[in-house]
């Protein structure tokens, strides 16, 4: 009963290889863009897309916050010139409860157009670039545009079309910046990921390669041994060989 069960764990080993080669289709790469692999961790480049949407966030509310702050604080100031306080006190907790009431609406403001704007930005570009399996001006020329025109739609069609140009405008020198920071760091992260890729299929490979001559071996000596009425110890072997531990992977190496 051991044995064929094993032949079906030994053929199924070639199978776990393929999932260490990259995807043949674009649909495959973007389906792959938001599942986990094997560590439960996320493809780099959405971790990148989230950093990004998070950053854009705390830029926008500085950006909209601080002004609102120091312009809420002066209004406050000039427009309570005749009311009474208690003391000095008084008056510039006021002035101050003012002001952050100011950081917080308008900072609020800003903060999550900017960050629905990089999100759907990073989204779209990173899309094209996994989807095409390579990295090009066009991408963020095309997210831009088509983010600038998604957030003037509700004002008609030649506001849309402005959108459009503006955001075109500003993915064109965005993606250049990252291109230029991707190539010093000296590959891009489609090369990357490749590069990975091929280091965790030969890895796999040889894991797998070890574990059948290993497993070639032992199945002769329980040949022998069967003929000498050993099955139920070689049965025990053939469950010790399944729950061997996989060896560690790459990622695993360098952590």
């Known amino acids: 009963m051991a044995a064929p069960e094993s032949g079906r764990a030994l053929g199924s080993a070639p199978q776990l290889l393929g999932t260490a080669q990259p995807p043949g289709t674009g649909w495959e790469r973007l389906r792959e863009l938001w599942h986990r692999d094997e560590l439960q961790q996320y493809p780099e480049e959405t971790l990148n897309i989230i950093k990004a949407t998070f950053s854009g966030a705390v830029i926008g509310w500085a950006y909209g916050g601080l002004p609102a702050f120091y312009h809420a604080k002066t209004q406050y100031i000039e427009r309570s010139q005749a009311e009474i306080f208690q003391?000095?006190?008084?008056?510039?907790?006021?002035?101050?409860?003012?002001?952050?009431?100011?950081?917080?609406?308008?900072?609020?403001?800003?903060?999550?157009?900017?960050?629905?704007?990089?999100?759907?930005?990073?989204?779209?570009?990173?899309?094209?670039?996994?989807?095409?399996?390579?990295?090009?001006?066009?991408?963020?020329?095309?997210?831009?545009?088509?983010?600038?025109?998604?957030?003037?739609?509700?004002?008609?069609?030649?506001?849309?079309?402005?959108?459009?140009?503006?955001?075109?405008?500003?993915?064109?020198?965005?993606?250049?910046?990252?291109?230029?920071?991707?190539?010093?760091?000296?590959?891009?992260?489609?090369?990357?990921?490749?590069?990975?890729?091929?280091l965790l299929h030969e890895q796999k490979l040889a894991e797998w390669k070890a574990r059948l001559n290993v497993t070639e071996a032992d199945l002769e000596e329980i040949v022998s041994n069967t003929q000498e009425g050993t099955m139920e110890r070689d049965i025990e072997k053939i469950q010790e060989l399944l729950n061997l531990p996989k060896n560690p992977l790459p990622s695993e190496d360098r952590n």
Do not use: C
């Open 87 to 198: 003391n000095r006190l008084d008056a510039v907790q006021s002035a101050h409860r003012a002001a952050v009431r100011g950081f917080i609406r308008y900072g609020w403001r800003w903060s999550w157009r900017i960050a629905t704007f990089v999100a759907i930005f990073n989204t779209v570009s990173t899309g094209l670039s996994v989807y095409r399996n390579k990295t090009a001006f066009s991408h963020f020329a095309a997210a831009g545009a088509f983010t600038g025109g998604l957030f003037r739609v509700h004002l008609g069609l030649s506001r849309m079309a402005a959108g459009s140009v503006f955001g075109a405008a500003f993915g064109i020198p965005a993606g250049g910046l990252l291109l230029a920071v991707q190539k010093l760091a000296g590959e891009t992260i489609q090369e990357k990921r490749t590069r990975e890729r091929r």
